[in-house]
């Protein structure tokens, strides 16, 4: 199974008309038409149907996979309950039709199951004192995968703070500084005249912010040379 698909089996009578729906904390429903939570009576496509497959005299076993890729495709993670049930009327109301089973919960993140794990990441061009440019590059990884960033967001911005040894601050480089997240997820600024001291370390520290969420990366310490 892939970890991008949530797939839901439930054994039943034969001849009947099972389906998915979920509903999120707020008591709203996921409308499998576009893939957001309403209210139940905004809801274009409020079931996703199961298909019946026969295991036994009389009794079939039915059938949904739901693509967590559509569910929750950004960085905000999405949680939801999933339940199964047998349709009654004309079309799907989970409200009034009859629950088959338990409602599983269902979290998803970043196109999978479960929440991601976020961490923006840092290169720093550093190589002697003398240098006149410092050349950056800073990502966002998910569980060690680089994130998609500029297809997410093409508006994501990044801030890297430079502080030397005795707490002295050496370079700020905000979002504008920063620039722009390009075809390859990252941010490649050039700063001009770091102006580093020798036999001195460093700390720098990344916050990325994309689709509404910010995550700051761990302090990274190095050193410079003559």
Known sequence: MSESIAEFARDAASGQTLYVAAMNGAGEWLDFDDWTFKAIGDVTTIGL???AHDIASGRQRYLASIDLTDLAPGLAAVSCTVGCYVQTGGS???ESDTLSGQVIPLIAQLGKV????????????VTSTAGTELALMAWLEADGEKVPLETLDDTATCA?????QGNYPQISLDATAMGS?????CFEPLAA?????????YRAQTTITANGLTFT???KAFSVVP
Request: no cysteine; charged share 25%.
């Open 49 to 51: 149907a199961m298909t």
């Open 92 to 94: 799907p109301d989970p």
């Open 114 to 125: 479960g929440y991601r794990r976020f961490v923006p990441q840092l290169k720093l061009g």
């Open 160 to 164: 890297v703070e430079i502080i030397r």
């Open 181 to 185: 997240v390009n075809a390859d997820h």
């Open 193 to 201: 005249n770091p102006d580093f001291t020798a036999d001195r370390i």
């Open 217 to 219: 990366g761990p302090v």
